[in-house]
């Protein structure tokens, strides 16, 4: 990770080192792939056929910040290594007269999508990885010289119109994860691109040489996502050429501002004022910081509702962006049922003023518009409003939403009728662990006694694997160890970590199971205990100590599903790091 790599049209593999810089044809170099590609910027290696199924050993990502803006690159990608994100644009182009998704780069990484979002382990066993370098600026040129960045795996593509000097036209945006390497110190390993290209080993052999990141996503599919994307990297090294003028790359990105920006906003993107990159632990720290009014000691909840109602479109997997009539016509209903006594459900002031959170944008209004607005400009303006993209995008993320939804209740609702509000807003299955099971056509009760008929959605689980991980247990309680007894036998309850029931959408598997004692089971599913990374059973409320997990090695117990129980408590928030300035 992080190694600069020589990159020229001399692709001798016999030469190890080439203008003091390893040569990636030498470490590349194999018997049985033909040699890498990196002259575009999308470069598959060809496929094999391993018992008639096609297998692409890798593709070879590469991306020139450099060319941002320029006729061949009228985009510019961004490499978040704050927190294990790429954003990468296919490469259809203004002039291509071929449909989207013709062009050689984006068929190759629509069909390698195809694999990423595979339902099945065995799909995603033929998923080619994607190796991604960027070019940089070694020996005076930006020109030659790549940096590994990292092996990633596509997390999401929205088909999008970008523009090229005022010209339309349509492209791919891939959204990229990178997987940590950090059990493997940092390195690939290029002998598993070469098992993947041996027609002689099967799936499962291939398997065996990939990093372990890499193999716990192929058994986990996207929902392992947050618990194998890298760590936070620095990958910017002592002593390479840098421009003289201001740095064009943030400090916690390898690069976000195509360097053209500098002098001449880039064709086809968006010119923001620089501010830091929003991490997660920034986006928890600006939620509990909102600027709110007071009443009578209490927080005002016209903004963290607005957020709420917003964090709600964002599950749902809704725009951005929404137009102020929708807005003030939801949040306006919201906040008088929800609102302070005394209070007026005003939504242009959380439309408005949310603005200063570093979290949210509005498009439509003038640019000299300050201070407040009023209700009659904004009905005449028409104006959009909704999360950054950085903020957006960060909060697609499960077990980041759950954080932010905890992060707001526990701040500034504490005091609310928590069912109501979260029902209203619709989000109930985050009010506990086990999520929301059964949906009915209509939930409307008119009497205690009264019955009607409907159509409920009911999971349906193991039941001989609830009582597989009771027995190895012995019905005692992982948390505080006693065993409930019976008249006859034993008793104790198995739960799930993470709710098979909406949002959550857990697995019914051994790895999602802890086996309680009713009280602690009722105090995990409703958020008032969590595991932290240490085992140590916790309070939510003051992180008291209850007690330590206990743990069989028979019993796997996937850690993932802990940290995503921890986030839906609100209690998964990372430390935010200071940069070093010093750099």
């Known amino acids: 990770m992080g190694e600069v790599l020589r990159s020229s049209t001399n692709r001798d593999p016999s030469i190890p080192v080439m203008d003091g810089f390893p040569n990636i044809y030498h470490r590349t170099a194999s018997r049985v792939l033909a040699p890498v590609q990196l002259s575009k910027g999308i470069n598959p290696i060809a496929e094999v056929r391993v018992a008639r199924v096609a297998r692409r050993p890798a593709v ?17 990608d961004e490499f978040d290594m704050e927190n294990g994100r790429v954003i990468y644009f296919g490469d259809h182009r203004v002039d291509h007269t071929v449909p989207l998704g013709a062009t050689q780069g984006n068929k190759v990484l629509q069909r390698t999508w195809t694999t990423h979002r595979a339902q099945t382990e ?12 960027a070019t940089v600026r070694r020996n005076g040129t930006p020109k030659g010289y ?165 964090i709600a479109r964002n599950a749902r997997g809704e725009s951005r962006l929404f137009a102020w009539p929708d807005f003030r016509e939801e ?81 500034y609702f504490a005091d609310f009728a928590q069912h109501e509000l979260m029902k209203k807003l619709g989000l109930a299955g985050y009010e506990n ?57 034993t008793y104790s309850e198995a739960a799930h970590i993470r709710g098979l029931g909406r949002p959550h959408d857990g697995p019914d598997e051994l790895a999602n199971l802890l086996v309680l004692c009713p009280n602690h089971h009722v105090q995990f599913d409703t958020l008032a205990i969590y595991v932290d990374p240490d085992d140590v059973v916790r309070t939510t409320a003051d992180s008291s100590r209850v007690g330590v997990l206990r743990r069989l090695p028979q019993h796997d117990i996937g850690e993932a599903h802990l940290r995503y129980h921890r986030a839906l408590c609100g209690r998964d928030i990372p430390v935010r790091e200071v940069p070093d300035t010093g750099r």
């Open 122 to 133: 065995l799909e995603r066993a033929l998923a080619a990885p994607l190796l991604l370098f």
């Open 331 to 411: 949040v306006g209903k919201l906040l008088e049922d929800f609102g302070r006594p005394r209070s007026s459900p005003t939504p242009e002031y959380p439309f408005w003023h949310l603005r200063t959170s570093g979290l949210w944008a509005i498009e439509g209004l003038p640019v000299e518009q300050a201070g407040s607005v009023s209700v009659s400009t904004l009905d005449r303006s028409r104006p959009r409003a909704g999360f950054t993209h950085a903020a957006d995008r960060l909060l697609r993320d499960p077990f980041v939403r759950s954080q932010a939804i905890a992060v707001l209740r526990e701040t």
């Open 146 to 310: 790549v940096k590994f960045c990292g092996l990633a795996a596509i997390e999401a593509v929205d088909e999008i119109e970008q523009s090229d000097n005022g010209r339309p036209f349509p492209n791919f945006r891939y959204e990229l994860s990178l997987l940590d390497l950090s059990a493997e110190d940092d390195l690939l390993d290029w002998s598993w691109i070469e098992a993947r290209g041996n027609q002689a080993l099967s799936m499962a052999e291939s398997l065996e040489y990939a990093p372990r990141s890499w193999r716990r996503w192929v058994e986990g599919g996207h929902s392992v996502l947050p618990a194998v994307r890298q760590r936070p990297m620095d990958l910017e090294e002592p002593g390479a050429d840098r421009p003289s003028a201001r740095r064009a790359a943030d400090e916690r990105t390898l690069f976000s501002i195509p360097p053209q920006s500098l002098s001449r906003p880039a064709a086809g993107v968006e010119r923001h004022r620089r501010q830091p990159v929003l991490t997660t632990a920034l986006l928890m720290e600006r939620l509990r910081n909102l600027r709110v009014h007071r009443l009578g000691g209490l927080p005002s909840p016209h903004k963290p509702l607005a957020l709420l109602w917003a």
């Open 60 to 76: 070879l990502i590469r991306s020139s910040p450099w060319k941002a803006g320029s006729v061949e690159t009228p985009w510019h």
């Open 433 to 489: 662990a086990s999520g929301v099971e059964a949906a009915a056509e209509d939930d409307e009760q008119r009497s205690p006694a009264e019955r009607r008929a409907a159509n409920v959605s009911r999971i349906v689980r193991d039941v001989r694997l609830a009582n597989r991980v009771k027995e190895m247990h012995a019905d005692h309680c992982q948390v505080c160890g006693e065993q409930l007894a019976k008249r006859f036998g």
